[in-house]
């Protein structure tokens, strides 16, 4: 099955770093990728969308300079957060597709701003 | 926004017995989806019904729809430990079938 890889799984750093997380999808061409935000016990907040060789489509509150996103390729979109503080952590999950698949995950990553 | 909103927002039942899980959701769709997420990862695809489908199983699954209700119900048979996870229902909207929506999640505890 299609598989995404989302690198790293946990990353602790500390406040005014920033923090790159990339996700791949391994075995198929992905025409869109997403990320998402999910706060302990509560649902997957989408925060943009991204499509190979263009800009990613923000979500209305989502700060587009805070959370940087890079969709360079058909198989990896990565996701930058600047100038990180205690409040940006969170759960990050990306999700990739193709035109007609569901969504495929990647495993998350747990960031903790210190 | 959220799109879907799951019921009940947490559920406790006996390995052996059927969990219910109910999604209802505000705008047209394609199609909804439940996903299952597990503490801490991922969430994994367990089921798209089409708007034009009204019931779809797949193994222990069963997936309704009501599009004049605008909800959704998922039914998990004969549960089991390992069924102890999140669930989601994921909504497509109509001419957005690229953006999907998550409702609140339903967290399933089967109790040994």
């Known amino acids: 099955g299609a598989v995404v890889s989302q690198h790293p799984s946990r990353v602790i750093c500390k406040s005014g770093t920033s923090v790159k997380i990339e996700c791949r999808s391994l075995d198929f061409q992905a025409t869109t990728m997403f990320w998402y935000r999910q706060f302990p016990k509560q649902s997957l907040m989408l925060m943009a969308t991204s499509n190979e060789g263009s800009k990613a489509t923000y979500e209305q509150g989502v700060e587009k300079d805070k959370f940087l996103i890079n969709h360079a390729s058909l198989t990896l979109s990565t996701l930058t957060v600047t100038s990180a503080h205690p409040e940006d952590s969170s759960f990050y999950i990306c999700?990739?597709?193709?035109?007609?698949?569901?969504?495929?995950f990647g495993n998350g990553t747990r960031l903790t701003v210190t | 926004s959220q799109q879907g909103e799951e019921d009940p927002q947490a559920l406790s039942i006996q390995e052996g017995e059927n969990a219910t899980m109910n999604c209802s959701y505000k705008t047209s769709i394609n199609n909804l989806q439940w996903y299952r997420q597990n503490s801490g990862r991922g969430l994994v695809h367990l089921i798209l019904?089409?708007?034009?489908?009204r019931e779809k199983h797949s193994g222990r699954l069963r997936v309704t729809l009501d599009t004049s209700k605008k909800s959704s119900s998922l039914l998990i048979t004969a549960s089991r430990a390992a069924d102890t996870a999140s669930y989601f229902c994921?909504?497509?909207?109509?001419?957005?079938?690229?953006?999907?929506?998550f409702g609140k999640g339903t967290r399933l505890h089967i109790l040994p």
């Open positions: 999700s990739a597709k193709t035109l007609a698949s569901p969504l495929h």
């Open positions: 994921a909504t497509a909207q109509m001419n957005r079938d690229d953006k999907i929506i």
């Open positions: 019904i089409r708007s034009n489908e």
